[in-house]
Every structure is written in structure tokens, then in C-alpha cells.
């Protein structure tokens, strides 16, 4: 609750009358079971109110929330759920007609191999699909973080090479503005996975471009979090097609998987942080925080 209020100490709910009336007037109307939304200049709060009994004396207890790390650790959870069922029925289904199909593609009888050929194409398929559901699993499974604190702009500079090399794009055109000083404690391994996917989506998106450029930035935020953008020069994400980029599946490239966005979302809270997007026009732009 302080970290969302940016104090470092609250001692009476009467500190808050001054300072933010809007917020003080919410806690202290809520009403136990009531919901509320609040909007600051710096996020949309989630306020929830319960009530407890201590000694006889009814007391008021309050949770904050940031509505957009709720909303999308909500969505998480809830794809989780869904894909477990999903990925449980599916191999159900997939594994005997892969087993059955390769027996009869295997097998000597030749009654059998007039039908071979139609079946070479259900086995091909049941294959396929199984490797999907396996490659589906690693949205559920992934990695405990290994912490370490590392330099940020000579992590960024690696990420920069590694994307400039892998999809043979000009390392000149990727400007990181970043201080020397600035140290990050989290997973460098998960980090830069989701940096190489960014990077890559970024010259994804600018190709046809004349000159096409991605910004990276990294610099501590007012409340001494770990902030990394990426931006291009690319188009515009729509307004109608922002609010899916990140769900699973869904994608606007046509050989795309959509699973990329998605994965990174969840590397990043799965290092404690968050992946949104905080610019759609003129140029996106993509926002990595970490605390």
C-alpha cells in the first residue's frame, strides 16, 4: 500500500486529508464488501474493504491495488486454468490416434497398405498437434527466477548485439539511453528472453520502413523501480487491437504464433515485475518494470 501511495511511512489515515482528499474521502466511505476504482496521475487503484472483529471492537481492513497488475495477473490465472483443461483433453484425444496410426504405418499386412497413404497424413497431423500441446505446457511451467544483480546497460547493450546479429538489423540503428550506474536484481536469463522477443517484434513491425530505428531506455522511476522501454518508428498499434496483445493465440503477423507477448508477460511477473504497453500512437512503445 505505501509503495502504490509513494510514502515511505503512514501512521493515521488523517496524513492522506491534505495531501489527496480523493483518496482519504474513498477509505473512509467504503463500506465493508464495497469496491472501488480511484484514478491517480500515475495509476488506476483497485480499493476493497472487509471488516473483522478484535476484542469486540469492529475494524475496517482495506487492500489497494494496482487495476492494471491485478487485471492482468487475473487473465493469467485464469488462461492457466483454462489451458490445463484444454492441453489435459487434447492429449487424451491425440496420444492413441498417434500410437494406433504409427502401429498401422509400421506394420507388414499388406490389406493394409492401400490405406496407408490416408493415414500418413492423420499421423503428420496427431504429431504436430502433440508437439503443440507440449510447446503449449511451457506457458504453465515456467522457471523459478535466479536472482542476481547485474549492470542494466551492458545487459542492454548484449541484447541490442543479439537482436542486431540474429535478424540482421543494422546494431547503429538501436539507441539505448541508459546511465552507467544503474544495477538490476532479477533473473538475467528470463530478462533476456523477453528483451529478444521485444527486439524482434520491434523489426517485425518496422519492415518496409526507409529508416527504421528502436529506442531502449533504461532508467529508475520515482519509486526507485527498474524501468526498461523499447520503442520503434514502426506504425501504430490500433486501439482496437492493444487490449489483445497480450492473449494467447492472438496475433496480426501471418506466419505468427501469438505466443510471444503472452510468454514475456508472464517471464516478467514471474520475476516479480510487469510488461505493458504505454504508447500505441505515433510508435509503440513497450514498458518492462521491475522492482
Not at 497431423?125 to 536472482?147: E, H, M, R, S
Not at 507477448?261 to 510508435?283: A, E, M, W, Y
Given at each position: ?192 528472453q523477453v528483451m529478444t522477443n521485444l527486439l524482434k517484434n520491434s523489426i517485425e513491425a518496422m519492415d518496409g520502413i526507409e529508416h527504421p530505428e528502436i529506442t531502449i531506455s533504461g532508467y529508475c522511476d520515482e519509486r526507485e523501480n527498474i524501468v526498461i522501454e523499447i520503442s520503434n518508428n514502426g506504425p501504430e498499434i490500433p486501439e482496437s487491437t492493444a487490449p489483445k496483445i497480450f492473449i494467447p493465440f492472438f496475433t496480426t503477423k501471418t506466419a505468427g504464433s501469438g505466443i ?32
Open positions: 500500500a505505501l509503495e502504490l501511495l509513494h510514502r515511505s511511512v503512514l501512521t493515521h489515515i488523517k496524513q492522506l486529508e491534505s495531501s489527496d482528499p480523493a483518496l482519504y474521502s474513498a477509505l473512509c466511505g467504503i463500506a465493508p464488501g464495497e469496491t472501488r476504482q480511484l484514478a491517480t496521475s500515475t495509476e488506476s487503484l483497485l480499493i476493497h474493504a472487509n471488516s473483522i472483529v478484535i476484542s469486540d471492537e469492529q475494524l475496517k481492513i482495506i487492500t489497494i491495488d494496482d487495476i492494471d497488475t491485478a487485471l492482468a495477473n487475473h487473465d493469467m490465472d485464469s488462461w492457466a486454468r483454462y489451458s490445463s483443461v484444454i492441453m489435459h483433453e487434447l492429449m487424451n484425444s491425440l496420444t492413441p490416434i498417434a500410437s494406433i496410426s504409427r502401429q498401422l504405418l509400421s506394420t507388414t499386412d499388406p490389406e493394409l497398405r492401400s490405406v496407408r497413404a490416408n493415414i500418413e497424413p492423420v499421423y503428420s497431423c496427431a504429431t504436430y498437434l502433440i508437439n503443440f500441446v507440449n510447446g503449449l505446457k511451457k506457458l504453465n511451467q515456467l522457471p523459478d527466477p535466479d536472482l542476481s544483480l547485474f549492470g542494466l546497460k551492458p545487459f542492454l547493450n548484449r541484447a541490442a548485439t543479439l537482436a542486431s546479429h540474429i535478424h540482421r538489423f543494422p546494431l547503429d540503428n538501436i539507441n539505448i539511453a541508459c546511465d552507467d550506474s544503474l544495477y538490476v536484481n532479477t533473473d538475467e536469463s528470463l530478462l533476456g510471444g507477448l503472452s510468454l514475456s508477460r508472464q517471464l516478467i511477473r514471474r520475476c516479480g515485475g510487469t510488461l505493458k504497453i504505454v504508447n500505441l500512437s505515433p510508435h509503440p512503445v513497450f514498458r518492462i518494470t521491475i522492482p
